[in-house]
């Protein structure tokens, strides 16, 4: 596996929210995979006003074999945990569950769908009326911003108190 992580990343329009998509693709300009095939992903980080290549992953054909996938699928999803949604052209009963069950939306797309277009059409989605599956993601990216404002009054001595009416 090579994986690529760009380190001197312009700051995107609006550092926050921001979210992380993959897209199964071969060519990193099109969603041309499946899911457990997939030869590499090119991860982006986006938010409401902008997008950037944050990521990109290459694996070795054994790493792409369809046969016995299990395994390569749990390496495939640890890899792509930081990420809302993965873009590819099929994907597995099995790995929709796995991906699921850590809070990756996975979305099929016809094959040869430019990434691109994919993206600005996610941004226009976050902008208009996100689908379910966003608003989930960005709740839970605002989660970690209030328990750590929580942390904070508490070690400045506050108390959190049950009301009851």
């Known amino acids: 596996m090579r994986h690529l992580k760009l380190v001197s ?13 993959a897209f199964a ?9 499946h899911f457990g095939a997939a030869q590499a992903f090119v991860i982006y980080d986006i938010s409401r006003k902008s997008f950037q ?3 990109v992953v290459e694996f070795s054909g054994q790493e792409t074999a369809r046969d016995g996938q299990e395994d390569k699928l749990e390496s ?3 890899l792509l945990e930081a990420c809302a949604a993965v873009y590819c052209t099929a994907v597995g009963a099995s790995a929709i569950r796995q991906l699921l069950a850590v809070n990756i939306q996975p979305l099929k ?12 059409e ?6 208009s009326k996100p689908p379910t ?3 989930r993601s960005l709740r839970q ?17 506050w108390v959190q108190e049950e009301w009851s009416s």
């Open 25 to 33: 693709s071969s060519d990193r300009k099109t969603v041309n995979q």
């Open 109 to 120: 797309v016809e094959e040869q769908v430019d990434i691109e277009t994919q993206l600005k």
């Open 122 to 127: 996610l941004l226009s989605l976050w902008n």
């Open 141 to 157: 990216l605002q989660k970690p911003a209030a328990e750590e404002r929580f942390a904070e009054m508490a070690s400045e001595g």
């Open 76 to 78: 495939k999803i640890k």
């Open 9 to 21: 990343q312009k700051n995107l329009a609006e550092p926050h929210p921001q979210l992380k998509v």
């Open 53 to 55: 290549l944050a990521e």
């Open 133 to 135: 599956w966003l608003q």
